[in-house]
């Protein structure tokens, strides 16, 4: 079995989440950046949170705001994961051939 045909096999058994999950849970995974990914976001989600505390007195509404908040950016995450990894499968799959 030649070696593209094996890696579209596999593929066609995974779904996008199970990919990266494999990717970012790998004991050999290097992280580049200087500060781990929880640091990174803290510090950019700090200022964030600020405003919503200061648009928002009331508790209820500042936790509506930031569930809706972390719902977007949840789902931009996901969008830009799953392009990120189908160009590097498609980036893979030309270098093969």
């Not at 579209?8 to 992280?31: C, E, G, L, N, P």
């Not at 919503?52 to 500042?62: F, K, P, T």
């Not at 569930?67 to 969008?79: G, K, L, P, Q």
């Amino acid at each position: 079995m030649s070696t593209e045909r094996y890696i579209k096999r596999v593929f066609s058994h995974t779904t996008v989440q199970q990919i990266s999950d494999f990717i970012f849970a790998d004991d050999d995974y290097i992280d580049f950046a200087e500060r781990d990914y929880t640091t990174r976001l803290e510090k950019h989600s700090q200022p964030i949170m600020d405003r919503l505390q200061n648009i928002y007195s009331n508790e209820a509404e500042l936790d509506e705001a930031v569930c809706d908040f972390n719902e977007a950016i949840r789902e931009y995450e996901s969008v830009f994961k799953e392009i990120g990894l189908k160009t590097g499968v498609r980036l893979i799959f030309n270098l093969l051939s």
